[in-house]
């Protein structure tokens, strides 16, 4: 039977919610049980604000992953728990995670945090706590071959991804599109959050000097961390464990797709 829409979703997100602490507590005691290191790099003690990060003894990528900077957004740190259960990770992937940047905003279904900040606007000022701290990890890590921001949208008719590559190398956008499309329909709207889209991919063009408030994605390569960013969008209008398993197919279909070129 075809998963339709819940159409829940009216002028913000209505959809099922997560318990952010038990998922944050699962997160860490998958990450200790499966020899993963932990920090928290969280500047207060209400919320742990994890990074996690896993080095393989013979590398052919490395990735950063990262998810939950809008707290009306669940798919995402749901996702990366069931795939730091199952872990089935490739071994060859290097891997830093961090499942949850935006804890406070999960208590009340909030895009933005306890203070009414949208974190992923916060990246060229870092004016909130949860910026600043995850800066500071961000830089203590090496850079990583690619990034993938892992996000939900509630007016989205189906998946979609912006895609950051300035230098134009390789990318897996329409592999990764492809793959989803089996699991999850693809957004074919034109214009995306007011950007122009091509069955589903975006490549945003415009200057970074131009755009006085920077998202996460667009810091990392701005600062030369990666060169090629992926920002995955599902729709947040269909049930929750739908939208984890678009997501987790899209994540590993990046990883693997990255993985076949080296």
């Not at 979703?9 to 998958?30: C, K, P, Q």
């Not at 804890?103 to 909030?110: A, D, E, R, V």
Request: with cysteine; glycine share 6%; aromatic share 8%.
């Amino acid at each position: 039977m075809m998963i339709k829409p819940l159409e829940k979703n009216n002028g913000g997100y209505f959809g099922e919610t997560i318990v952010i602490s038990d998922v944050l507590d699962r997160i860490a005691t998958a990450a200790k049980i499966h020899g993963w290191i932990i920090e928290n790099f969280s500047q207060s003690t209400e919320l742990p604000l994890y990074g996690l990060s896993r080095i393989a003894k013979h590398e052919r990528l490395s990735a950063y992953i990262s998810s939950g900077i809008h707290g009306d957004e669940p798919g995402g740190p749901l996702t990366l728990l069931e795939m730091l259960e199952a872990n089935t990770w490739p071994n060859d992937v290097s891997l830093y995670i961090c499942p949850c940047l935006n804890p406070t905003g999960f208590k009340n279904n909030t895009r933005e945090n306890s203070i009414g900040i949208d974190l992923n606007r916060d990246y060229r000022h870092f004016n909130s706590t949860e910026t600043k701290a995850h800066k500071s990890w961000i830089e203590s890590i090496p850079s990583f071959g690619i990034s993938i921001c892992v996000h939900e949208d509630w007016e989205a008719k189906g998946f979609y991804l912006y895609e950051l590559n300035p230098e134009k190398i390789n990318s897996a956008s329409l592999e990764i599109l492809n793959a989803v499309s089996s699991v999850c329909p693809i957004d074919q709207s034109e214009l995306i959050d007011g950007r122009p889209a091509n069955c589903g991919l975006l490549k945003p063009l415009e200057s970074p000097d131009v755009r006085p408030l920077w998202p996460e994605a667009l810091y990392i390569v701005q600062n030369n961390k990666t060169r090629l960013s992926y920002t995955l969008e599902a729709p947040s209008d269909f049930p929750l464990y739908f939208r984890t398993h678009a997501l987790r197919h899209a994540i590993e279909t990046t990883l693997n797709a990255h993985l076949s070129e080296n």
